[in-house]
C-alpha cells in the first residue's frame, strides 16, 4: 500500500482589513470578504464582476474581433453560407471537444445554414485532425469548408491535405501551439499564438467556439442560450477558471440552474434536452448543479463515450430537439461510464504494482506502460494518469501499447509544462498535443525506452526538490463556528469551482473525532466521521481514506485538518459537511507543560514563557526590576488605567502609555527613546501598527486573553523583528476567561442595543443644536458603557449617519442626513460578528493549550505570513 504523502500546508492568509472593508462594501459576509481578498479580488467593482458577471451588459468578456483570424473566418463562413457551400465541423471525443462542435452545430442551425460534423473515433483514430478524416470528409461530405474546434492547431500536414482538395480550413484550437511549424490554415484562431493582441489567453476549446459563434451571430439572447455548454466543456477540460473563462462559465451555470417557475415542472428549467436527460441519470434531476456536479458527475458520462465508444452520439445528444432520444442516448452515457470506472480500476491497480514494483521512484518522472489492457484502455488512460499523479506528485504518462504503437495521456505538476515537454521530443512521437498540465500522444513502441529516457531528462532539469514537494494551498485558518449554512449559501456565487478558482480551503486546529469514523462506499474506501471544535459540530468526510480507519478511530485523537466546506442535500435537508484535503495528527508526546518553550537549551530567537494564572502584580514588578525593554498588553484602556494607576506604583520610571489614540509619530518617538534608553516600558490597550520601526524589544507580555488571531499575533510582531532573544510572557489566567467574555458583549454590541444607542446619540445630538455634541459626553456612561459607545460611533460613522470632527479629545458629534443603511455595510460591525463567532474557541486555545503547541502555532504563523497580514 503507498503511504499518503506529506503534504506541505501553504496559507494565503488575506490582509483582515482589507476582507472586512471589501465586505461591508458588498453586504457580504466576512468570509465572503477574506476569499475574494485571498483571490486577489481587492476592488469592489472587481469582486461584482467576478460575483455577477452580466452578459447582457458584457462585464467580464472580450471583444470576439480581437482575436487574430476572427475577422478573416467570419468573412470566410458568411461567403461559404451565402453560396451554399457545405461546411463540417471537426471536434474531438471529449467534453470540451462535443460541447464546443454542439455549439457551432447549433449557431449554424440557428443561422438556417445546415452544417455537418465529424467526430474522430479514439481507437481508430486517435486524438486531432487525421488525413483519414480529412479524406473522408472531402469525399462523403463534400465539404467546401472545415472548422476544427479544440483540435488541429498542431495538425500541419493534415490541413496542407485539405488545401490539396480544395478545403478550406478554420481552426479554432487553445492547446499549445507549435512555435515553429504552423498549420497552413485559412484562419487560425488560438489566444496563444505569437502576436495575438487578445487579453485572455486561456479560454477553453468550447469558449473559442463560443467567440466565433459570437462573431457571426451577435444575438444576446442566443448567445446566452449557449453557455450551458460553455460551461460545462469549460470546467471539465480543468482550463483556469480565471478570466473570461470565470466569466462564461459563473453565467453559464446560472443558465443551467435557471428555476422552472411552471407547475407540474421539473425544478430547474435545463432546456437543453440533452442536457436534462443526463441530469436525470445522473442524480441531478432536482439538485442545483455546481462545478463539482459537472466535474464529477456530467463530464464522466460525456467523456465516457468517447472512452468506451464513439462520442458522435455526445453530440446528437446535446443537439437533439426530441425527449425519447435524449432519454436514449443519456442512458447509454450512463452505462458507458460504469464500465469505464471498472476499467479504470483495473489498469490503475496493474499500473500501480508496475511502479511500485519495476519503476526507480527516485526519478523525477513516470512513465507506465503495458499491453495487457485493452483496446478500450486509450480511453482511460488520462484518467489512471490522474489518479497517479496524485499518489507519486511527479510527471507521469500512462501509455497503452497495441502492438506496433502506444497511445498514452499525461499529467504534470506545476514547475514544469507538459506539452513543451513533447515538443521537445517530438523526433520520438507520431502525434502530441496538449497543455501545460495535460498532454496526450501516440508513439511507436519500439520509442518508448528512448521517450522514457528523454522525458525523465526534461523532467530532471526543470523540477527542483521544492517542486517534488507536494503541496496544499489553503485559503486561511478559521474555526467551524464560522461555517453556516447560510454563509456556505453565500459561497455558491464562487461557483463553478474548478482549475484556478479552487473551492475553498480551510485549516482549523485542535478538531476532535466524536464518536467512531464509519466506513463508507461500495469497496468500503471511504470515511466518514463527526467532528468537534467547542460546542461546534460538523460532517467530515475523508474520499479514499478507508485504509485510515484505524488510525481516526483512537481515543482522545486531536486533529489539525485541512478542508472544502460544501452543502449537503439529502432527502430535502440541507447541511454543512467537510470534505477533508489532508490532517495531521497532533502528537501524544506531549507530557510535560515547559515554563519555557522553546527551552533555553534549545536554538530560538524567541521564546514563551508559561506563566498562567500566576499573580499578575508580583510578576510585573519583578520583570521591570531587570531594567530591561518591555511591552506590558492589556485588554482596554480601562484595564490600561488600572496597570499604570493601581497595579504599578507611579515611582516606576520610564514607562509610556500607548493606545488607540496614539498617533504614529508619537509611535515612532517612543521607538526611538527606547533605542536611547530614556524608555524602558511600553503599557498598551491596543498593537504596535508598525513593529519594525521598533528596536529590540526584550520582553512582551500578555497580561490578559485576547480576542482574536489577528490581534494576537500583531502583537507577538516587535518579538521576530530582530535576531535578538525576546521572551513571550503568558500571565493571563482562567478568571480572565469571563472578563473577556464581558468585554465582547459591551464592545461589540448587537443590532438591537444599536438601534437603542443611535436613538440615544440622535436625541443628545438634537438637544444641542447645529454645534453638534462632545463625543467626550457620550463617552461618560449616561448612554451606556463607554466601549460600546465607542463603538457604536465607528459604526455609525461608517454607515454615514454621523460625523466626528476637531481634534483628539475634544471631538463633536454632527448628525448626518442619511438613509437607512443594513448594519453590514459596516467593517467594524462585521468584525464584531466574526470575533463573537470565533473568540470562544480561541480563549479555549489560549488558556487550554499546551505551552510547546502554543509555539508550535506562533512559530507557524511568522513563517508563512507577515504578522500585519494574519487571519481574523
Known amino acids: 500500500m503507498t503511504q499518503r504523502p506529506h503534504k506541505k500546508w501553504e496559507f494565503k492568509t488575506p490582509d483582515l482589513d482589507k476582507?472586512?472593508?471589501?465586505?461591508?462594501?458588498?453586504?457580504?459576509?466576512?468570509?465572503?470578504?477574506?476569499?475574494?481578498?485571498?483571490?486577489?479580488?481587492?476592488?469592489?467593482?472587481?469582486?461584482?464582476?467576478?460575483?455577477?458577471?452580466?452578459?447582457?451588459?458584457?462585464?467580464?468578456?472580450?471583444?470576439?474581433?480581437?482575436?487574430?483570424?476572427?475577422?478573416?473566418?467570419?468573412?470566410?463562413?458568411?461567403?461559404?453560407?451565402?453560396?451554399?457551400?457545405?461546411i463540417c465541423i471537426y471536434g474531438d471525443y471529449d467534453t470540451d471537444g462535443t460541447t464546443a462542435t454542439a455549439l457551432l452545430f447549433d449557431t449554424f442551425r440557428e443561422m438556417d445554414a445546415p452544417a455537418d460534423y465529424y467526430i474522430p473515433n479514439r481507437f481508430r483514430e486517435g486524438y486531432g485532425l487525421t488525413k483519414s478524416a480529412v479524406e473522408e470528409i472531402h469525399k462523403k461530405?463534400?465539404?467546401?469548408?472545415?472548422?476544427?474546434?479544440?483540435?488541429?492547431?498542431?495538425?500541419?500536414?493534415?490541413?496542407a491535405l485539405a488545401n490539396q482538395l480544395g478545403i478550406d480550413v478554420i481552426i479554432t484550437d487553445h492547446h499549445q501551439p507549435n512555435p515553429v511549424d504552423q498549420p497552413p490554415a485559412h484562419s487560425l484562431i488560438s489566444p496563444k499564438i505569437q502576436g495575438n493582441e487578445y487579453p485572455y489567453p486561456d479560454l477553453a476549446g468550447v469558449g473559442l467556439a463560443f467567440k466565433l459563434a459570437h462573431g457571426l451571430y451577435n444575438d444576446v439572447k442566443f448567445l446566452r442560450s449557449l453557455l450551458d455548454l460553455v460551461v460545462l466543456g469549460t470546467v471539465v477540460?480543468?482550463?483556469p477558471l480565471t478570466g473570461e473563462n470565470r466569466a462564461l462559465s459563473r453565467v453559464g451555470l446560472d443558465e443551467l440552474n435557471e428555476v422552472n417557475k411552471e407547475k407540474h415542472s421539473g425544478v430547474y428549467k435545463r432546456k437543453r434536452l440533452g442536457i436534462r436527460a443526463l441530469c436525470n441519470v445522473a442524480g441531478y434531476a432536482t439538485k442545483k448543479l455546481v462545478g463539482k456536479s459537472l466535474s464529477f458527475g456530467l463530464g464522466p458520462r460525456?467523456?465516457?463515450?468517447?472512452?468506451?465508444?464513439?462520442?458522435?452520439?455526445?453530440?446528437?445528444?446535446?443537439?437533439?430537439e426530441h425527449d425519447d432520444v435524449a432519454t436514449r442516448i443519456a442512458s447509454e452515457l450512463d452505462q458507458a461510464n460504469r464500465e469505464r470506472q471498472e476499467l479504470e480500476r483495473q489498469i490503475q491497480d496493474h499500473a500501480q504494482d508496475i511502479i511500485e514494483n519495476e519503476i526507480d521512484l527516485t526519478q523525477k518522472s513516470i512513465v507506465v506502460h503495458s499491453d495487457k489492457w485493452g483496446k478500450k484502455a486509450k480511453g482511460v488512460v488520462g484518467i489512471v494518469a490522474?489518479?497517479?499523479?496524485?499518489?507519486?506528485?511527479?510527471?507521469?504518462?500512462?501509455?497503452?501499447?497495441?502492438?506496433?504503437?502506444?497511445?498514452?495521456?499525461?499529467?504534470?505538476?506545476?514547475?514544469m509544462n507538459l506539452a513543451d515537454s513533447l515538443n521537445n521530443c517530438t523526433n520520438l512521437l507520431l502525434k502530441h498535443g496538449g497543455h501545460a498540465a495535460a498532454a496526450g500522444l501516440t508513439l511507436k513502441t519500439e520509442n518508448i525506452p528512448e521517450?522514457?529516457?528523454?522525458?525523465?531528462?526534461?523532467?530532471?532539469?526543470?523540477?527542483?526538490?521544492?517542486?517534488?514537494?507536494?503541496?496544499?494551498?489553503?485559503?486561511?485558518e478559521t474555526y467551524l463556528s464560522v461555517l453556516t449554512l447560510e454563509t456556505l449559501e453565500e459561497l455558491e456565487q464562487f461557483e463553478p469551482f474548478g482549475r484556478e478558482n479552487n473551492p475553498p480551503r480551510f485549516c482549523t486546529r485542535r478538531v476532535k473525532i466524536s464518536g467512531a469514523p464509519n466506513l463508507m462506499g461500495k469497496e468500503k474506501q471511504h470515511l466518514s466521521m463527526s467532528i468537534k471544535q467547542g460546542v461546534e459540530r460538523k460532517r467530515a468526510i475523508a474520499w479514499r481514506a478507508g485504509d485510515e480507519f484505524f488510525t481516526f478511530n483512537r481515543p482522545n485523537l486531536l486533529l489539525d485538518i485541512a478542508f472544502s466546506p460544501e452543502i449537503n442535500e439529502w432527502q430535502?435537508?440541507?447541511?454543512?459537511?467537510?470534505?477533508?484535503?489532508?490532517?495531521?495528527?497532533?502528537?501524544?508526546?506531549?507530557?510535560?507543560?515547559?515554563?519555557?518553550f522553546p527551552t533555553l537549551e534549545d536554538d530560538s530567537a524567541v521564546r514563551l514563557v508559561n506563566r498562567r494564572n500566576t499573580t499578575k502584580k508580583k510578576y510585573l514588578l519583578n520583570l521591570l526590576a531587570r531594567e530591561e525593554s518591555c511591552i506590558i498588553y492589556v485588554q482596554d484602556d480601562e484595564m490600561l488605567d488600572s496597570l499604570l494607576t493601581r497595579l504599578l506604583p507611579e515611582s516606576i520610571e520610564g514607562i509610556v502609555r500607548h493606545d488607540v489614540t496614539t498617533t504614529t509619530a508619537e509611535e515612532t518617538e517612543f521607538a526611538q527613546q527606547l533605542a536611547r534608553g530614556e524608555l524602558r516600558t511600553i503599557a498598551s490597550s491596543t498593537v504596535i501598527e508598525n513593529p519594525h520601526v521598533l528596536p529590540f524589544v526584550k520582553h512582551i507580555v500578555f497580561c490578559h486573553l485576547t480576542p482574536s488571531p489577528n490581534l494576537f499575533f500583531k502583537r507577538c510582531a516587535p518579538a521576530f523583528a530582530t535576531e535578538d532573544t525576546s521572551f513571550l510572557h503568558l500571565i493571563y489566567g482562567d478568571a480572565d476567561g469571563t472578563a473577556i467574555q464581558n468585554w465582547v458583549t459591551k464592545k461589540y454590541p448587537e443590532k438591537a442595543e444599536l438601534q437603542k444607542l443611535y436613538g440615544g446619540i440622535r436625541k443628545a445630538v438634537q438637544s444641542n443644536g447645529a454645534d453638534g455634541y462632545a463625543e467626550?459626553?457620550?463617552?461618560?456612561?449616561?448612554?451606556?458603557?463607554?466601549?460600546?459607545?465607542?463603538?457604536?460611533?465607528?459604526?455609525?460613522?461608517?454607515?454615514?449617519?454621523?460625523?466626528?470632527?476637531?481634534?483628539?479629545?475634544?471631538?463633536?458629534?454632527?448628525?448626518?442626513?442619511?438613509?437607512?443603511?443594513?448594519?453590514?455595510?459596516?467593517?467594524?460591525?462585521?468584525?464584531?460578528?466574526?470575533?463573537k463567532q470565533t473568540y470562544p474557541s480561541f480563549v479555549e486555545f489560549q488558556l487550554k493549550e499546551n505551552i510547546e503547541s502554543m509555539w508550535e502555532r506562533i512559530e507557524h504563523e511568522y513563517q508563512i505570513t507577515d504578522p500585519s497580514d494574519s487571519s481574523i
Open 19 to 86: 476582507s472586512l472593508k471589501l465586505a461591508a462594501e458588498l453586504r457580504v459576509s466576512p468570509l465572503v470578504g477574506q476569499l475574494l481578498v485571498s483571490r486577489k479580488i481587492t476592488n469592489p467593482e472587481d469582486a461584482r464582476t467576478y460575483l455577477y458577471p452580466k452578459f447582457a451588459e458584457l462585464k467580464g468578456f472580450h471583444d470576439p474581433f480581437k482575436l487574430a483570424g476572427m475577422e478573416k473566418a467570419v468573412e470566410r463562413i458568411r461567403k461559404a453560407i451565402s453560396r451554399g457551400e457545405k
Open 141 to 159: 461530405n463534400k465539404a467546401k469548408l472545415l472548422i476544427t474546434v479544440d483540435c488541429g492547431i498542431t495538425s500541419v500536414k493534415e490541413v
Open 237 to 239: 477540460d480543468l482550463v
Open 302 to 320: 460525456i467523456n465516457a463515450a468517447g472512452r468506451m465508444d464513439t462520442a458522435r452520439k455526445v453530440v446528437k445528444l446535446l443537439t437533439t
Open 386 to 415: 490522474s489518479r497517479l499523479l496524485e499518489i507519486h506528485h511527479k510527471p507521469v504518462f500512462v501509455l497503452a501499447v497495441e502492438g506496433q504503437e502506444a497511445t498514452g495521456s499525461g499529467r504534470c505538476i506545476e514547475g
Open 451 to 476: 521517450f522514457k529516457k528523454a522525458f525523465n531528462k526534461y523532467a530532471s532539469e526543470r523540477l527542483t526538490e521544492e517542486a517534488l514537494q507536494p503541496k496544499l494551498e489553503l485559503d486561511f
Open 572 to 596: 430535502g435537508n440541507r447541511s454543512v459537511q467537510l470534505i477533508l484535503n489532508d490532517w495531521k495528527i497532533r502528537s501524544e508526546r506531549r507530557e510535560v507543560n515547559w515554563d519555557v
Open 776 to 835: 467626550n459626553a457620550m463617552l461618560n456612561g449616561t448612554l451606556g458603557a463607554p466601549s460600546t459607545v465607542e463603538t457604536g460611533l465607528t459604526i455609525f460613522e461608517e454607515l454615514g449617519f454621523i460625523e466626528r470632527y476637531g481634534e483628539p479629545g475634544h471631538r463633536l458629534v454632527k448628525l448626518c442626513p442619511a438613509e437607512k443603511s443594513d448594519l453590514s455595510r459596516s467593517p467594524t460591525y462585521l468584525r464584531g460578528n466574526l470575533i
